[in-house]
């Protein structure tokens, strides 16, 4: 078994801006040679997060929409230390949480048809972001 | 160290149906012949998600219920563009995540006594599910 | 590659208690001697979840806060079951999650600057607890 570490890198909106990552980790996993494993994919920063879905412009719609009624901005704690305003995007990234960990098999990842791997920025402006990615297997 | 990846196959049916998957793994990592390392376990779909509980008729209910409370089905964007109604099937499974992973150790998962790893699906119908399990280990 | 497990232990005061077990991790990947790889890490039980954040004070009140408004204390079949008052503690434990994954490079944990990993005891009261840590890698 092998292993094989490295950064995907892009600029986001911020504010639940769901950026699909699934093309880059393709193209990382052919990068690899691996045909037998599976990639761990983590977010670099503590008001990001790593999840599934299935992306299309009205279910990240819904992702803003339910994220501002069950975690709305507003006054937290955390605003109180800094003097910023994020609190809420830290625990929307703690909930949704971190990273997620995909198999895949004969150089494909598992996943579903409609099902793709997202990084959500919750923060609240643009932002340089990086996902840490490791892929273990066998060639 | 070596890779052993295989499928859990089963039928649900729907609506926040919680499923139990603790004893395929326990009988797939005796098949693995494995003594230490871990376990990734999946969901292949959009509208699954994997996680830990105590599973018991109780806790099963009390998931259905806050489900339906904090993101109840009803009107979301992503309906209107499949002209489907599990617009919070989808959003239940992002929250919740698609993976966990699991170590063993003397081969047993090294879990609590009462925390079994469970498939919940949030979709709106029955379905035949595809888990993706990889255990990855020693001998 | 090779694999080192261990477990990480302490004591919670519990009612989402927010402990950060990184300077833990450091440690045991320093004793781990491995240089590139990735460190499962699980909670063992099932009302306490693994995630990270930015550890600070006010954002652990807010942690509380946020828990108590989305899954109050109160009434949950659960408690029926077995007369106890910790339905809420599992509803929130699987809601977060019981596993992140994150990758080191050069013996460092691939963590942001003020993204700690993080142990939540959802339980309802003082409880010794364990986190299963797996390291697997290249020295």
Excluded at 27 to 47: C, D, N, P, W
Excluded at 60 to 67: A, G, M
Aim: hydrophobic share 35%.
């Amino acid at each position: 078994m092998s292993v094989y570490t490295d950064t995907i890198s892009f600029r986001t909106k911020g504010n639940t801006d769901v950026i699909d990552i699934t093309p880059r980790l393709d193209e990382l996993l052919q990068k690899s040679g691996m045909r037998e494993g599976f990639v761990v994919i983590h977010a670099v920063g503590s008001t990001g997060a790593v999840t599934t879905c299935e992306y299309e412009p009205g279910l990240v719609r819904d992702f803003k929409d339910i994220f501002d009624k069950l975690i709305p901005p507003g006054h937290y704690s955390h605003n109180e230390t800094w003097g910023d305003a994020n609190g809420h995007s830290h625990l929307r990234a703690s909930l949704v949480g971190p990273s997620i960990t995909v198999t895949f098999n004969n150089k494909r990842l598992l996943l579903g048809t409609w099902q793709q791997v997202v990084f959500i920025d919750f923060d609240t402006r643009s932002r340089q972001r990086e996902v840490a990615v490791q892929f273990v297997g066998e060639q």
